[in-house]
């Protein structure tokens, strides 16, 4: 546990989705993947407040469809049902079919109501689910010994190279409530798109409304602010359960700590979107791009995406190239009323650009920065007080290997 | 020379920027880039009405600042001078001072007002343009033996794999006018962004403020209808000159044979531009995506323009993937209604994707109409009749390696 300093949350080093009291977690192997984990679930012991954001994509998957129906039967969620190997997308009538039926098992199981029960589902698209190994699975995803965090957290991935998750708490009232997170994403054997999907779970009570609002929130400026390869999901949500074990007055935005619970969201949804950058397809190195002095938040937010975004920027981050050229050129084509002569631009701790020319930096020492893992490139508009970060990767061989190799 | 069937228009298959009556061009090697040409011009022998369109990058380079000048004083040039190896972008006031410079000693030497002079620059940016070794090119760029059409379009590439050129004759009143194009785009060995430049002589006379219209909108279904990496430079630039040496009435909207203009002009962009797209960075393949059935142009321009950038949608065309799936998602986020369920997709001549559903094909058909150097991608949205078509190249492991190399 560790406590940030001026704050009141702590970061719970080896936390999880069931750090939270009375949420639990476990996953299985049904066959939808040839031997890793694919089904798994989350379970609060008791109905929980719900909250969720989806992809804007038009082609939404039948999964995101009845979770979001079960969502608005009454606000609540008790449990999540999730398989990787198949995304139940561009499915029609038989995939809201069998998304229904993978609902419907798992509540039937658990003894809920179909409502209480969210599902999600990441892999390929335009294949059938194979809903009788789901069948078969779920009884065996109750057995205690598949009961654990770390079996869930595997069982949502696909190509994903490792296991994205975080946890805090944040004291409010002079008493800790925890949020824990896990998620998925950027990663593709099969060949359809990279989805991603994260799980957020949390025992404060908070007023649905504003529970939904600070997911809302907190998603625009973390998980809608990274970006592998530009392509929106037709399988993207984030689902919050907030089940009030914790015993807190229900939080709202009335409430004085409302602002420490936002904050711990926040990190936790900061962890993953990175976790989840970072681990991109082939990427090497985890990118940062910082936006200061700008007029508005959504000037920052698009300034700082349309430089993330750049492949030619991602090349460069590659080839530890200090390409200030390029981060110039993105902003310049980003739609954001910048003045050119005032923007300052950094690689790391070096400023590379000022004045509308180059400033004077050692190429060397800007090419070592950049050979690192973790890179920081700031935009500073130098306009008013508005600030944005997005997260992204470098574009590599291993990209263009993934993605253009045939599907097998 | 080939007769387009039906139209009043005919390819001249060896032609270029020349063939127009009263146009001469010429390159020389000037010390820019090491050893290849890198400084050429085209000249009218009379003043010719001229049009432009420029980058909407904020950070416009110099010489485009300098054009626009002089084509703002009286809507005439007689000649183009440019350069390759230096953008002259970003180069601040060093940089206004090159190129008015560039164009005064382009002029001197030509006897010409300034204003009657066009500078235009490609290559690397922020650093400051040699003009000396400029100044010392001149005298020798007019030498009659450095005059030839094939001299220019290798002086204005970077890392282009060719020249790109491309000529019509079109029958107005019974008698034929000309017109001829030359481009540059899409490669670098240096580090910036690639530049298109495209230039179209014609001897027809015609309108200032019609020339100027149809060359928008030309440039709108073509040249902005293409993309390597969704990089805009700061220094792309459209130039068209008529000098009326054909002796017709002037063109305008009004004559009769308007159309037919328009229909040349259209077809001078649209080859440059193809020839670009298929010169992209690393690129093996040239794609064409249309769209056929939407609501508006504008619409079916967004989902064409957003299914050709997307990454996914580039390695699988580089990896003869038929994976409709990543088509049909990038449709799904490009932000045009579109009716999920009346969607058609085709690969070539195979249908993949209907009613929401993939269609009965034949993968391995598809796989080796992939493998083929011209791909189209139609894509049918069944709600309209408006139409567009983009163009593009596949994502290649070039591209990286192009853009990733550390700058010499």
Redesign the interface.
């Known amino acids: 546990m560790q406590a940030i300093e001026g704050s009141k949350i702590s970061i719970l080093t080896d936390g999880d989705i069931t750090s939270p009291s009375g949420f639990s977690a476990g996953g299985v192997h049904c066959g939808l993947k040839r031997k890793r984990l694919d089904l798994g679930y989350i379970k609060s012991d008791i109905p929980a407040a719900a909250a969720a954001v989806y992809t804007?994509?038009?082609?939404q998957a039948a999964p995101l469809l009845v979770t979001q129906e079960s969502i608005a039967a009454d606000g609540k969620l008790s449990a999540i049902i999730v398989n990787s190997g198949n995304a139940n997308?561009?499915?029609?009538e038989q995939g809201m079919k069998d998304a229904y039926e993978m609902r419907r098992l798992f509540a039937e199981s658990e003894g809920l109501s179909e409502t209480l029960v969210a599902v999600a589902s990441t892999g390929?698209?335009?294949e059938e689910l194979a809903i009788d190994k789901i069948r078969t699975g779920i009884p065996s995803l109750m057995n205690p010994e598949h009961g654990t965090a770390e079996r869930f957290e595997k069982a949502i991935l696909t190509t994903d190279t490792g296991t994205k998750k975080a946890a805090v708490t944040v004291e409010i009232n002079g008493k800790a409530i925890t949020i824990g997170g896990a998620a998925k994403g950027s990663g593709m054997i099969h060949?359809?798109?990279a989805t991603m999907l994260a799980f957020i779970t949390t025992d404060a009570a908070v007023e649905p409304e504003d529970l939904q609002l600070a997911l809302k929130d907190a998603t625009n400026s973390t998980f809608n602010m990274i970006t592998v390869?530009?392509?929106?999901?037709?399988n993207d949500m984030v689902l919050l359960m907030a089940n009030g074990s914790a015993g807190n007055t229900a939080l709202s935005r009335e409430h004085k700590d409302w602002a420490h619970f936002v904050q711990g969201l926040g990190l936790i949804c900061e962890s993953l979107a990175k976790q989840i950058a970072r681990d991109g397809e082939g990427a090497t190195k985890l990118v940062s791009v910082n936006v200061k002095g700008a007029e508005t938040v959504e000037g920052a937010r698009a300034l700082a995406k349309t430089v993330i975004?750049?492949?030619?920027v991602k090349?460069?981050v590659?080839?530890?190239?200090p390409?200030?050229?390029?981060i110039?050129?993105?902003?310049?084509?980003s739609s954001v009323?910048?003045e050119?002569n005032s923007l300052k631009v950094y690689i790391g701790p070096h400023l590379v650009?000022e004045?509308?020319?180059?400033a004077s930096f050692s190429e060397e020492e800007a090419?070592d920065y950049l050979s690192q893992e973790l890179i920081e490139i700031t935009v500073d508009c130098c306009q008013g007080s508005a600030e944005a970060t997005a997260w992204g990767c470098d574009?590599?061989?291993d990209?263009?290997?993934i993605?253009?190799?045939?599907?097998t």
């Open positions: 804007t994509n038009l082609f997308a561009c499915t029609g390929v698209i335009g060949p359809n798109m390869d530009g392509d929106t999901s037709t975004s750049s492949n030619l090349t460069a590659y080839g530890s190239d390409n200030w050229g390029r110039v050129c993105a902003v310049g084509y009323k910048v050119p650009f004045k509308g020319l180059p090419k574009l590599t061989y990209y263009v290997r993605n253009a190799s045939y599907r």
